[in-house]
């Protein structure tokens, strides 16, 4: 048995064999409060939450034209583009269930996202979260098409980390960003600081942010390829280090 939390690859294993075996076109994965959805093809391939907005933005757009999408810090580089090639504004906004709420609110936004897998529909709905209706909403979609796996496993794509994590003492992420905002340099990037510092570079991007929650500092990094990734992720930690030598990565506990 598992964790009921679809946005770690491990608690997709048995449905991606439950796909796999039964010949299914899809595997929809719900979390243990029905909240986020995870999404995996006949071919095993997970559809990432930022992923599913490109899909869900297309749509929307097509009905509320130029309107603005909302999407969380740690989303992909990639998401922006795609909703700009659909006609709408991108938002980026501070990861957060109730920031990205809130915003969605002041904005009049028809759609907003998180990495974490919240995914907020206002166009159609009421602007809350509810996993099984953004299954239905996805499913709609893929009904359209003769080849639903083909949609999904063709949306744009990158190399990228799952989250990380830095445990910290209490209090002491929110100085660690504040140091690196002062003194870490990242030739070439776009400096971000919507929610901690994000790099942005041609080929990828970089970020760290303090949680919300816990004492722990939130990495995540995207390359458009697998030597930009690493890069990214080298310069990154560098930076990390002069700041917090004894900085330890591990994989992100939800």
Known sequence: NHHPDPSKPENLVDLIRTVHATEAELGLAFDG???RLGVVTRGGNIIYPDRQLM?????????VK????IYDVKCSQRLPIAI???????LMWKTGHSLVK???????????GEMSG??????????????????ARLLEILSRSADPSAVVDGLPTSFSTPELNV???????????????????FPGAEILTIDGLRAEYDDGFGLIRASNTTPVLVLRFEGHTQAALDRIQHDFMQALRKVKPDAHVGAAAH
């Not at 899909?55 to 009905?63: E, S």
């Not at 809130?102 to 907003?112: D, I, N, Q, S």
């Not at 919240?118 to 299954?135: C, K, L, N, Q």
């Not at 992420?173 to 870490?184: G, S, T």
């Open 167 to 185: 445990s910290c003492a209490e209090g002491e992420p929110p100085k660690i960003i504040e140091r690196l905002l002062a003194e870490a340099k």
């Open 33 to 35: 409060d029905g909240d």
């Open 66 to 69: 130029g309107a603005p999408i």
């Open 102 to 112: 809130a915003k969605l609110k002041e904005t009049g936004a028809p759609l907003a």
């Open 55 to 63: 899909l869900f933005a297309r749509d929307i757009l097509t009905r």
């Open 118 to 135: 919240h995914i907020f529909f206002s166009e159609r709905w009421y602007g809350f979260v509810d996993a099984t209706y953004t299954a």
């Open 84 to 90: 700009r090639d659909a006609g709408g504004e991108p």
